[in-house]
């Protein structure tokens, strides 16, 4: 069982990018969904958090208005549309998934993304 991420990469202040994350090997619709970040030197960060079913969904005060997570069920994946972006939204994006009922746990490796002129 994985989950991928893919999207990440170089955008300007006020710009927008979206993160997708793919998993497979496990029934997704059974999983909680959520991105994380990272800078170096500091904690990993949750930014957004979506249920198993995708009814309910919230982000964090630093992104609320600007950045959306939702998910399709259907094709197992999670997405983070990233808008009116901030150099201080500059980390490692990870994707995490874990089990409403076992409470497993899968991380993905990470996408960088870097909001820089």
């Known amino acids: 069982a994985q989950v991928v991420e893919s999207g990440g990469g170089l955008a300007q202040p006020g710009g927008s990018l979206t993160l997708s994350c793919g998993a497979s090997?496990?029934?997704?619709?059974?999983?909680?969904a959520s991105w994380y970040r990272q800078v170096p030197g500091k904690e990993r960060e949750l930014v957004a958090f979506?249920?198993?079913?995708?009814?309910?969904?919230r982000t964090v005060d630093s992104v609320r208005g600007r950045f959306t997570i939702s998910r399709d069920n259907d094709k197992d994946t999670v997405s983070l549309q990233m808008n009116d972006l901030k150099a201080e939204d500059t980390a490692v994006y990870y994707c995490?998934?874990?089990?409403?009922?076992?409470?497993?746990?899968?991380w993905g490796r990470g996408t960088q993304v870097t909001v820089s002129t």
């Open positions: 979506i249920t198993n079913t995708g009814d309910s969904a």
């Open positions: 995490q998934i874990q089990g409403i009922t076992s409470g497993y746990t899968i």
């Open positions: 090997g496990v029934p997704f619709d059974e999983y909680h």
